[in-house]
Structure formats: C-alpha cells, structure tokens
T-cell receptor, first 117, second 111 residues
Framework: GAVVSQHPSWVICKSGTSVKIECRSL??????MFWYRQFPKQSLMLMAT?????????EQGVEKDKFLINHASLTLSTLTVTSAHPEDSSFYIC?????????????FGQGTRLTVV | KQEVTQIPAALSVPEGENLVLNCSFT??????LQWFRQDPGKGLTSLLL?????REQTSGRLNASLDKSSGRSTLYIAASQPGDSATYLC??????????FGKGTRLHILP
C-alpha cells in the first residue's frame, strides 16, 4: 500500500512556542490530506481537510488561527500548532487520499505525539 | 450528521477463540468503510477496505462484512492470538469525503 510519512513522531515543547508537523505522501500524489486529533482512549476527531493549493476547511470548533495548515504540494501538508498550551497536548495523525481513483482508500501517517510543558 | 458506533467498547477473550467486532453507522450514503488496528501510542494500520458496492472482504484470519442498507459492518477474527491485542477502529467515508471514526473496540487476547 501507499506510504504516508509523518514527522516528527513525538515532540515536547514549551508553552507559548509553535510546533510544525509534516505529513508526506511518499509514493503517490495526494490532492487531499486530513488532519486528526486523538485524545487518550478516544477516537480520531477530524480537525481539517486540506486541498493542495487552497485554504484548508476546518471543522466546527477548531481554531484556524491556532492550527495552521498548509498544503503547498501534492506530497506535503503541514500542521503548525501556534502558541501551544498544555491543553494542546495530544496525538495528531494525518491522512492522505490518493488521486488515481474517485473512491479511494485513505492512508495514515504514524502520528505525532505532542506534549506541551 | 454521520455517527459511527462500535460495540463492544472493550473485549477480553482467551487465545484461540473466534470473535466478532461490531460497527454501525447512521447514514448509509457512504463511499466505503475501513477497519483499522491501532496499537497503544501508535498510528493506524489499515486492515480491510470495503467499497460501498461490496459485501465483504477477507485478509488472512480477518473477514469484514458490510450491510450498507442497515448501516452495519462486522469484523470477524478467527483463531485469535495474543498479537491481535490492540484497538480496532471502524471508519466510514461519507459522500462529502470526510472520514468518520468510531470510538474503537479495545481487544485483549488472553494467552
């Protein structure tokens, strides 16, 4: 199957700083990427949908100014958590949809565990 | 609004038993349904993908069925092994391309 690489796998940052998470599709082009957040023992909650070359679409309740998403190319999307606070500590996972069919399988990165201290 | 429910939330069974995990969804207008496995602190591993026009998919000891009209899917695991212990997530792809996840079933296989 297709590979989605997410980096870093874990990060610890100080409160007030910003953290960037990268999501790359390694062997396919992805017009659409999705960002999810997962709290302990909870399911994945969709944060936003990003399409290459356009602004991301955020889900209700997700602050677009806090969670900046950039999808500059068909193989790379980034999520920047700005002015991070301890409540932003969570597991973030990206997903990419391949372009070759309309009814496609979604491939997921291995996730990034963010801890804000 | 699509809602995905997984039952049971947790399950412990002795090694070697066959088991069934259940998933239900409220809106049958889906593109496909996927079953994933998630180990603690890790990302997702895709197990099976069922397109909306299909009724089941099989991979090794895993079999997933889909009854779109009733909004149900099951994941059948045959001859369970301790290595099968993980959280199993069910997810549907809506017509608006959004992927909606259930809360998962935490499976523990007892050696």
């Amino acid at each position: 199957g297709a590979v989605v690489s997410q980096h870093p796998s874990w990060v610890i940052c100080k409160s007030g700083t910003s953290v960037k998470i990268e999501c790359r599709s390694l062997d396919f082009q992805a017009t659409t990427m999705f960002w999810y957040r997962q709290f302990p023992k909870q399911s994945l909650m969709l944060m936003a949908t990003s399409n290459e070359g356009s602004k991301a679409t955020y889900e209700q309740g997700v602050e677009k100014d806090k969670f900046l998403i950039n999808h500059a190319s068909l193989t790379l999307s980034t999520l920047t958590v700005t002015s991070a606070h301890p409540e932003d500590s969570s597991f973030y996972i990206c997903s990419a949809r391949a372009v070759w069919t309309a009814n496609t399988e979604a491939f997921f990165g291995q996730g990034t565990r963010l801890t804000v201290v | 609004k699509q809602e995905v429910t997984q039952i049971p939330a947790a399950l412990s069974v002795p090694e070697g038993e066959n088991l069934v995990l259940n998933c239900s969804f409220t809106d049958s207008a889906i593109y496909n349904l996927q079953w994933f496995r998630q180990d603690p602190g890790k990302g997702l591993t895709s197990l099976l993908l069922i397109q909306s026009s299909q009724r089941e998919q099989t991979s090794g000891r895993l079999n997933a069925s889909l009854d779109k009209s009733s909004g149900r899917s099951t994941l059948y695991i045959a001859a369970s092994q301790p290595g099968d212990s993980a959280t199993y997530l069910c997810a549907v792809v809506n017509r608006d391309d959004k992927i909606i996840f259930g809360k998962g079933t935490r499976l523990h296989i007892l050696p």
